[in-house]
Structure formats: C-alpha cells, structure tokens
C-alpha cells in the first residue's frame, strides 16, 4: 500500500504519431533504392499482390538473389498480417479475373460454324460454342432466324442449327450482336460430309 509501483516511470517512453522513426536508421543505407520487379513491374515487396508472385519469386531468384533473403524472412512480420496474406494467396487465383481474362495463357472458348448438307441442293448452318459465352441459345436461335428470314432452332446442348447457308455472314452477325464473341474466336469448320 505504501509502497507506490515504478511501472509508471519505466513507461514513460514518450511516441510521437504512433512511433514512426524519424530520420536516418542504424543499419539501413540511403538514399533507399526501390527495386522494380520485371515480371510485373511491382516494387518486389508487393510482388505477392500481382498477377503471379510465383513467376516473380523465379525472376527475384535470378535477378536479386540477396532481396529474396530479405523477403523471405521478412514474409511475417506480425502475425496477424501474416495470416491476411496467406488468405489473399489462397483466394487470390480465383478472384483475379480481369488479370487471368486477359493473360493469353488459357485458351478462349470457340464459337464453331460448320455447313451441313441438308437434300439435295440445300444447306444448314451448324454453330456450337455459343453457350460458352453465357449467350442464352433460345435467344440467339431467334435472333438468328428473323436475321436470316429462315428456321433456326437450338438442336443441342451447346449447337444452334440453322435453315440455311449463312455460315460466311455469322462472321460478321455474331460478334456484332454479341460483342463478347471475337470474330478470331469463331472458327470454320468448312463443310460436314455424310
Ligand atoms: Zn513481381
């Protein structure tokens, strides 16, 4: 009771705005030099947050060998942040889907065309693919049979068949209507024999 703690004299390290340190650091050389990782032009602290870290770990490797070291044992500073970068690694291939719809690397989906003989003079116009780009089928059938002026119906899970040759203008009509289709994405599959 008499006895009054020291706790308070001990603590009284005086913190101005939350610790930050000012000026020059024992053990840190200046001017501070930021290295710009190649692969995806990130200072390579913040390679985890691009498109693919591991590429970037490879080119660090290579390249500086010494900053991956410093990353490495770096990784965890705190626990707590520690744990919210292995929760954006782990989600990260999935929810970067402007990055993987670009990346070359997946091969895009394919509208195919494809003339059928149908009697003896007459032609249909087989098309598959079309559902791959979250094109409703029924719709596009219509679509295409007031465009053409002929039958069209959806004759399978992913395949529109249409009555008649229209095969050369569906390069022009598809992506024209459904801009999510490339003309380079439809192919020709020339004629089907019987
Ligand atoms: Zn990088």
């Known amino acids: 009771m008499a006895d009054v703690a020291p706790e308070d ?3 009284a390290v005086k913190k101005d705005d939350g610790g930050l340190p000012v000026g020059p650091q024992p053990g840190v050389s200046y001017p501070i030099s930021v290295h710009y990782c190649k692969e995806c032009s990130l200072p390579v602290e913040y390679c985890d947050y691009g498109p693919h870290p591991e590429k970037c770990r490879k080119w660090l490797e290579t390249n500086l060998p010494e900053l991956v070291e410093t990353l490495a044992t770096s990784d965890t500073p705190e626990a707590g942040e ?3 970068k292995k929760h954006q690694k782990r989600g990260g291939k999935g929810s970067k889907p402007a990055a993987t719809k670009k990346a070359p690397t997946k091969a895009p989906a394919n509208v195919t065309l494809q003339r059928a003989p149908r009697g003896k003079n007459k032609s249909v116009t087989v ?4 559902g791959a780009f979250d094109i409703d089928l029924k719709v596009a059938a219509k679509f ?3 465009r053409f002026a002929c039958g069209s119906s959806v004759t399978g899970a992913d395949e529109i ?3 008649g040759d229209v095969k050369d203008d ?3 009509v598809i992506p024209e209507k459904w801009p999510v289709v490339d003309e380079d994405a439809i192919e020709d599959l020339g004629d089907q024999k019987r």
């Open 9 to 11: 004299g001990g603590s």
């Open 82 to 84: 520690g744990d919210e």
């Open 127 to 130: 098309i598959k693919g079309l």
């Open 144 to 146: 295409f049979a007031s």
């Open 161 to 163: 068949v249409i009555q």
């Open 170 to 172: 569906l390069f022009d």
